[in-house]
């Protein structure tokens, strides 16, 4: 389905044309072209100028819009997840689609709206000191091992939230940007609207479980390809390690070795043929599966998002993503 073409709109007229108009005690107003924007607003005194009139654009003209039913292809297996699109950003047009607007739980995925969130509103340079109550996860929850009176930068916090998903460092970051995790999460939820994504709801920063977090394989299409417009959003999804920066409660600078949860930037699965993989973001609950979000390239500059939600494996998880990817 391709997107919507560049048509110039704009409606700030309301019901002041008809078939009568008229100015002052009655008399009608003298318009040769009524349903002409220019002269019937000139012959209220309004003036709008060739520029003014051509600078409304339609909200989606830049993205890839997706229509209700699944767009798949013989050489993708369907039955390998549960939801999957693959996004071409240069053509603006959705190449694959399978269930992108059924609401799925996102898991760590949620992290690319978090990181997104925090490179907007927050600091990168300001620095926080972990709490105790920040560390509060549910037993065998993903992170990336800060303690009790660490400080720590709003960037070394991203690096650890993305690269190993840290649910510790999402706590720390929702706290340090807004004050605390409710008021991120209210946050999280308007920029999410403010991109289209409206049929998301976020209730906590990491996407550890809940029944009321949730979105789409279009929405996060939406969300990320906002993120990948600033150019620290790209560097931390393409990191394949970093070394934190934390100083601990007794003083002492010390270093965290953090390693990519994304098999293609590691080498543990190949990369698909003909396309080098940029970067992005895993996500893995025993309700939400196993999901992947990918920003690609085949070629020189041909760019791609493509996602999947809610594989059964990690095997499965790879395997369909990479015939996402071979199919292009």
């Not at 907007?120 to 549910?138: I, N, R, W, Y």
């Not at 100083?247 to 070795?257: F, H, L, P, Q, R």
């Not at 025993?286 to 998002?305: M, N, Q, T, W």
Request: charged share 20%; hydrophobic share 40%.
């Amino acid at each position: 389905m391709r997107c919507t073409s560049k048509k110039k709109v704009i409606g700030i007229l309301g019901a002041v044309l008809s078939l009568s108009l008229f100015a002052g005690c009655g008399e009608k107003a003298a318009i040769e072209n009524a349903y002409n924007l220019q002269d019937a607003v000139k012959s209220y005194g309004m003036d709008i100028s060739a520029e003014e009139s051509s600078s409304q654009s339609f909200f989606a003209e830049d993205l890839c819009v997706a229509g209700t039913e699944d767009l798949l292809s013989e050489n993708v297996t369907a039955a390998l997840s549960e939801a999957a699109g693959l996004f071409n950003l240069q053509e603006r047009q959705m190449e694959f689609g399978k269930n992108v607007h059924e609401r799925l739980f996102p898991a760590s995925t949620t992290k690319i709206l978090t990181a997104y969130v925090a490179l907007k509103h927050g600091d990168l340079e300001k620095t926080a000191t972990v709490t105790a109550e920040e560390l509060q996860l549910e037993e065998g929850s993903s992170v990336c091992g800060l303690a009790a009176g660490d400080t720590i930068s709003l960037e070394e916090l991203l690096y650890g939230l993305i690269i190993c998903s840290g649910n510790d460092a999402a706590n720390v970051i929702a706290d340090l940007v807004s004050g605390s995790s409710e008021d991120f999460v209210a946050l999280m939820n308007d920029e999410a609207k403010a991109l289209g994504a409206t049929n998301s709801h976020f209730v906590n920063p990491h996407g550890l479980q809940d029944e009321e977090h949730y979105t789409t394989v279009y929405d996060m299409y939406l969300m990320f390809q906002a993120a990948i417009q600033d150019e620290k959003f790209v560097s931390l999804i393409s990191a394949t390690s970093h070394q934190g920066k934390v100083v601990n409660a007794a003083g002492e600078s010390i270093t965290k070795d953090w390693v990519s949860t994304n098999r293609y930037l590691t080498g543990e699965s190949p990369q698909p043929k003909g396309i080098h993989v940029v970067g992005g973001k895993t996500g893995t609950t025993s309700a939400a599966g196993y999901c992947l979000v990918l920003y690609s390239e085949k070629g020189d500059s041909a760019p791609y998002i493509s996602i999947v939600f809610k594989a059964e494996n990690r095997e499965d998880l790879y395997a369909e993503m990479s015939e996402l990817l071979e199919s292009i």
